[in-house]
């Protein structure tokens, strides 16, 4: 019978398949409880179909224009090429901001830091005194020296000087290269090597040899040429065989050398204050610890010129480390062996391999520089998506 | 399939804007059955809206009218979580000259009110849109024993909600 029953509404909706409908039929004639639901079924569905609202139906027109009007991409839409454009151009800027900021810092300006402020002792009180009488330019700034206060402060503090006009220095740059040649007599190449320096203006620092009886003997010369000739002295080299390996680079010491020469000339002004005083000493005491001074600062004066000069020589005057190898007597000549297709396959490969870096690199900074493009990117589709929902 | 459906699953605009034209005042009512009147209109909006982005997947297994009603389904069914609840057919009556032998009507929306959600909408779609068992199969995704069960259920609990007899004018 719960069959019956269940089947009611379906028999009534017409829904049921004849054997079920049927058999719904055929309960009905003789159960009055059933057909009594069956009344009320009809009554409720009699009730359903005749209700009605007043509300008329509104935005049919609006709903009929977004229909038919023409979707454009969020991205070619005109807030999706607007939030484009603004993402580009705050990228570019950004990008040449931070590419540009370590080259700033790499550039000649040196920033002036201000000296310690002395350590007043019964000297330094005289000296400045006496100083601000007799030469207040100087003396204002030999005050300023933190060596001023004693022997262990005698090494002066770091300074930096502003490049001005009146201290200009033209670039000094210590230049290096390592080159390795094959030639086919040794001798021969040395010859011409010591020829070479000397019509450059310089000279063979060191020479040696080894495996001079073997068949491919090998000579190792260290050259110092006038950095001005550098560039033509390593084209030159090339041409005495064939070249293996080579390797340039340049140290730029031009503010090292600045340096030194600031602190020169800070260290010779306290030893001629030094002096001045112990022209004024009366007491052996103070004769002997004036002294001493001057020998501490002399001391220092004398190392530091001795960097500087250094330095200055290894500027003006190029290092290249000239390796020679003979190549075994009887082989093929060097244009047609196997070296010039292993020099092809180590140029071929490291041409590779710096593509590959190069693209590395650049996956490097678009990863590590993902913080900030990727939610440019992010919002400008959220934004796109969300003007789009609005134009429909 | 219909083929001003046709046309508009291969990307006539004018053949959407046209199916909108045809069915919007029965997705309009439809949506006012199971929300207030307020909300009806933007919900049929967003039914259409969603109608034109999903053109494209409708297969012509229903009428296009069916597979409109299922879509506004959802779409009511979402509104009606963001908003409090109303009683469905909130703003529906009778006509002044029809109300002899009907369910007394407010009862009948607070009978309604009390069905489980998923019984008063297949009664709506059934009663009072008009919809087969399979087209309301269609329209839920649900077999269309289940629509049956359902609504057979539904009977039964308004019967026994209305179980007085003052109800029956």
Redesign the interface.
């Known amino acids: 019978m719960n069959d019956i ?2 089947n ?3 028999y009534l ?1 017409g ?1 049921l398949s004849a054997e079920n409908a049927e058999r719904v039929r055929s309960a009905l004639e003789t159960d009055a409880s059933l057909r009594e ?1 069956a009344e ?2 009809r ?13 008329q ?4 027109a ?10 454009i991409h969020w991205a070619l839409s005109p807030a999706g090429l607007a939030s484009a454009a603004a993402a580009l151009v705050f990228v570019f800027f950004v990008g040449k901001a931070l590419l540009l900021a370590p080259r700033r810092a790499e550039r000649s300006e040196i920033a002036v830091t201000p000296l310690a402020e002395p350590r007043e002792t019964a000297l330094s009180k005289e000296s400045g005194a006496n100083a601000a009488k007799s030469k207040p330019q100087r003396s204002r700034e030999y005050l300023k020296s933190p060596s001023w206060g004693g022997p262990a402060s005698t090494k002066a503090a770091p300074t930096e000087r502003k490049m001005t006009a009146d201290t200009f220095m033209p670039r000094q740059v210590v230049r290096n290269a390592t080159v390795k040649m094959r030639v086919a007599k040794i001798q021969t190449a040395e010859d011409k090597v010591t020829l070479l320096v000397t019509g450059w203006g310089g000279y063979i620092e060191d020479s040696q040899s080894a495996n001079s009886e073997s068949e491919n003997p090998t000579v190792v010369m260290v050259l110092r040429i006038p950095v001005s000739r550098f560039d033509e002295a390593i084209s030159e080299l090339e041409k005495l065989g064939v070249r293996r390996d080579r390797r340039i680079n340049g140290r730029d010491v031009t503010g090292e050398v600045v340096d030194i020469q600031a602190r020169l000339k800070n260290l010779r002004m306290q030893e001629e204050a030094y002096r001045q005083i112990l022209r004024q000493a009366r007491r052996i005491g103070e004769v002997l610890e004036i002294q001493q001074q001057i020998y501490a600062v002399r001391g220092e004066i004398e190392s530091m010129d001795a960097e500087l000069q250094s330095l200055k020589k290894l500027a003006a005057l190029s290092t290249i480390t000239l390796t020679l190898e003979q190549r075994p007597a009887g082989g093929p000549n060097d244009q047609n062996d196997s070296g010039w297709a292993s020099d092809a396959w180590a140029n071929a490969t490291s041409g590779l391999s710096s593509a590959l870096k190069a693209l590395s690199t650049a996956a490097i900074w678009m990863f590590v520089y993902s913080p900030i493009w990727a939610p440019l990117v992010i919002a400008v589709w959220l934004i796109s998506k969300w003007a789009s929902r609005k134009t ?1 | 399939m219909n083929p001003i459906a046709e046309r508009a699953v291969k990307g006539d605009r004018q053949a959407l804007a046209e199916i909108v034209r045809l069915h919007y005042a029965e997705v309009f009512r439809f949506c006012s059955r199971l929300l207030n009147a307020d909300a009806a209109e933007d919900a049929a909006q967003e039914t259409f809206m969603k109608a034109s982005k999903l053109i494209k997947s409708f297969r012509g297994e229903s009428a296009i009218k069916t597979w409109l009603f299922g879509i506004a389904l959802n779409v009511c069914r979402n509104e009606r979580r963001k908003v409090k609840p109303t009683l469905p057919l909130q703003d529906w009556d009778y006509a002044e000259n029809q109300c002899e032998n009907l369910i007394e009507a407010q009862a009948l929306r607070e009978a309604m009110g009390k069905l489980p959600t998923e019984h008063s909408e297949v009664v709506i779609l059934h009663e009072m849109e008009g919809l087969t068992y399979d087209e309301c199969a269609l329209a839920l995704n649900v077999p269309a024993g289940t629509v049956k069960s359902r609504l057979h259920y539904a009977f039964v609990k308004l019967r026994e909600l209305l179980a007085t007899s003052e109800t029956i004018r």
């Open positions: 029953k269940e009611l509404k379906a909706d829904e639901e009320f079924m009554a409720l569905s009699a009730s359903f179909r005749k209700m009605q609202t007043n509300r139906v509104s935005g049919q609006a709903a009929v224009e977004k229909a038919s009007a023409r979707k429909g």
